[in-house]
């Protein structure tokens, strides 16, 4: 009964709009690996983020991997 919400995120190179529609490409695909497991497309909501929201602002290649994923929130149990 849980429904959860995936919000992806990219680093900050490139254009807003194409960081936009990878971070929902990368929801997209966690969204269709949890149906192939059987977890009802109705319980999983996305969000795309882009790099608005970066966990790390250094610029370093570690840095930029940190930013580049997709975490899960849980809406309501």
């Known amino acids: 009964k849980l ?3 995936l919000e992806g995120h990219t680093d900050n190179l490139g ?6 529609e990878l ?8 969204k ?3 149906n192939d497991k059987k977890v009802s497309k ?3 909501k996305t969000k795309a983020f882009g790099g608005t929201k970066p966990i ?14 997709v975490e899960i ?5």
């Open 42 to 44: 109705s319980r999983v």
């Open 73 to 77: 929130r849980i809406l309501s149990e």
């Open 3 to 5: 429904v959860i919400q």
């Open 56 to 69: 790390s602002k250094d610029k370093t290649p570690e840095a930029r991997n940190l930013n580049r994923r």
């Open 23 to 30: 971070s929902q490409e990368r929801v997209d695909a966690v």
């Open 15 to 20: 254009s807003m709009s194409k960081n936009m």
């Open 32 to 34: 269709e690996y949890l």
